[in-house]
């Protein structure tokens, strides 16, 4: 599914424009985007948890040339599927 196909489905949902369903859309994402580079996580209960997790610096291999390299830490975003979600998703 695509944003587009999201958008056409939650405007129908919801009867709303399509405009208008994309515009509460993008909003969700921006607000997910900007809490979770505060370091904050969003919990949407029955549906999962957005939060920010910490990768060590570790080594890697570069596949074309088989050298060593060494990646840096790095924040990166996690998501953990809530029971609600889970639950759907086995029927």
Same mark, same amino acid.
């Given at each position: 599914?695509?944003?587009?196909?999201?958008?056409?489905?939650?405007?129908?949902?919801?009867?709303?424009?399509?405009? @208008?369903?994309? =515009? !509460?859309?993008?909003?969700?994402?921006?607000?997910?985007? +900007? &809490?979770? /580079?505060?370091?904050?996580?969003?919990?949407?209960?029955?549906?999962?948890?957005?939060?920010? @997790?910490?990768? =060590? !610096?570790?080594?890697?291999?570069?596949?074309?040339?088989? +050298? &060593?390299? /060494?990646?840096?830490?790095?924040?990166?975003?996690?998501?953990?599927?809530?029971?609600?979600?889970?639950?759907?998703?086995?029927?």
């Amino acid at each position: 599914m695509t944003k587009a196909d999201l958008v056409g489905r939650i405007s129908k949902q919801a009867e709303l424009t399509k405009a @208008a369903a994309e =515009k !509460a859309l993008n909003a969700f994402i921006d607000t997910v985007k +900007k &809490t979770l /580079k505060k370091g904050e996580s969003v919990s949407l209960v029955g549906f999962g948890t957005f939060s920010v @997790a910490r990768r =060590k !610096a570790r080594k890697g291999r570069n596949p074309q040339s088989g +050298k &060593t390299i /060494k990646i840096p830490a790095a924040r990166v975003p996690k998501f953990k599927a809530g029971q609600g979600l889970k639950d759907a998703v086995k029927r």
